[in-house]
């Protein structure tokens, strides 16, 4: 009995078994109907076979026609579209596939170039879902030729990877004029990170307060620099990141070859100094005397204290006094207090000069009256006649005094030649 309503329960069931029929079935298979066998056969007066002799060649009497069943479509890669296939049952068998709707099995899926995708079902259709990607409209660009001018002025600057920023520029601004547009890519915000990392010593500069360089005075400047580094001999410091840094500190090429004259003429250029600065400060070579100088803030007030420790210490060494420090010892005072007290490389050689002249009598004289003067040597007269202290005075006063008594005029040293030995120079620091 038949019934046009089925209830819920039953098809359930049905639906089940339709499922589990299409699960077992990967593909329908073919079914080739054998060969009749080969018979010689007579008719009787009603059309019936009246006797079957099979023939021992067995030869076909009539042609079967086969039978094929009908195969699921096959679908082969479509252009501009990815192929993706549901898994199986078989693990990856792409013939199978997994039921989505009853009685309808996914062969396999295909992405298309507009995002869309075509699902084939194993009944030979297939139906195509997703909404499509809309073409993008080719935006039209206006011609013009201050876009072409400005690539040239960037490369001339050193400035590359600007397409795309210049590409979205076009778009806001399509009839700018090439220096409106150097302005943009220099002070907007939205453009001009790579014109900064360009010209970073500007960067800097305006947030000390000071003014910006126009970008021929700052190309300028740096090829100032490059001239004087490359006139000394000093290659590493032409660089970008040395030039962004001298531009940043406002340091003109002039004043950048002063700095290096420092170096060269007042220590490596002279012998004496260059061996009392190697002697009184070893770890330094000249890449650090160098570097100190070229930064005025860090390095350079610290250096010129040590060069004119230096300058100190060459004044003596060039008198031949060996015995000159760089900090105070029993044996002299020290060239670093020396230099910290003010006394000019000039003052040092007028002073050791002087020194070198008195001081053999004066220790002499101190030997003879050990027991009636306090002692005068190489500490006593820096003290004298460099810091001009005037108990270092008296002590060398005492000595021409005892030396005139003991021996009057008589004895070829008169207290006239003493007083012209010790005592004719003018009294305080530096003074000669």
Do not use: C, H, W
């Not at 309808?104 to 909404?131: H, K, M, P, Q, W």
């Not at 920023?165 to 547009?181: F, G, H, K, T, W």
């Not at 890519?185 to 970073?200: G, I, M, P, T, V």
């Amino acid at each position: 009995m038949s019934s046009l309503f089925i209830p819920s329960q039953q098809k359930a069931k049905l639906d089940a078994a339709a499922a589990a029929k299409a699960k077992t079935s990967y593909s329908i298979p073919t079914v080739i109907a054998k060969p009749a066998p080969s018979f010689s056969q007579s008719l009787n007066l009603y059309g019936t076979p009246a006797s079957n002799t099979r023939s021992a060649s067995s030869t076909i009497a009539t042609p079967v026609k086969t039978a094929t069943a009908k195969k699921a479509p096959t679908v082969g890669p479509i252009t501009g579209a990815t192929n993706t296939f549901i898994p199986g049952y078989g693990g990856g068998d792409t013939s199978g596939g997994t039921v989505v709707t009853p009685g309808r099995t996914v062969l396999r899926t295909v992405t298309n170039a507009d995002g869309t995708t075509t699902i084939f079902y194993s009944d030979g259709s297939s139906e195509t879902v997703g909404t499509p990607t809309p073409t993008p409209i080719k935006k039209e660009t206006t011609p013009n030729a201050a876009y072409d001018t400005i690539g040239k002025i960037l490369e001339s600057y050193g400035i590359t990877g600007l397409a795309s920023v210049l590409a979205s520029i076009r778009d806001e601004y399509p009839e700018a004029r090439s220096d409106e547009l150097l302005s943009l890519l220099q002070f907007d915000s939205r453009y001009n990170a790579k014109f900064n990392e360009r010209f970073a010593g500007n960067v800097a500069r305006q947030k000390a307060g000071l003014s910006v360089l126009s970008p021929g005075d700052y190309l300028k400047t740096e090829e100032s620099y490059k001239k004087v580094f490359t006139a000394y001999g000093l290659t590493k410091f032409n660089n970008q990141t040395y030039y962004d840094k001298f531009i940043t500190s406002d340091i003109a090429s002039t004043e950048l070859t002063d700095r290096i004259q420092l170096a060269y003429d007042r220590v490596l250029g002279d012998d004496p100094v260059n061996t009392a600065f190697k002697k009184f400060y070893p770890s330094l070579g000249l890449g650090d005397i160098v570097t100190a100088m070229l930064d005025p803030v860090n390095q350079l007030p610290d250096l010129e204290r040590k060069v004119k420790a230096a300058e100190i210490g060459g004044a003596a060494l060039r008198q031949g006094f060996t015995t000159i420090s760089q900090t105070a010892t029993g044996m002299t005072v020290g060239a670093d207090v020396l230099a910290q007290q003010g006394l000019t490389k000039a003052q040092a050689e007028l002073g050791y000069g002087k020194i070198a002249e008195e001081l053999p009598q004066a220790e002499k004289f101190s030997s003879i009256y050990a027991g009636q003067a306090e002692k005068y040597g190489m500490l006593e007269a820096e003290k004298d006649i460099l810091q001009g202290l005037a108990s270092e005075e008296r002590k060398k006063r005492r000595l021409a005094g005892l030396e005139t008594a003991q021996f009057g005029g008589d004895t070829g040293t008169s207290k006239a030649s003493v007083n012209t030995n010790y005592l004719n120079r003018t009294s305080g620091a530096g003074q000669f």
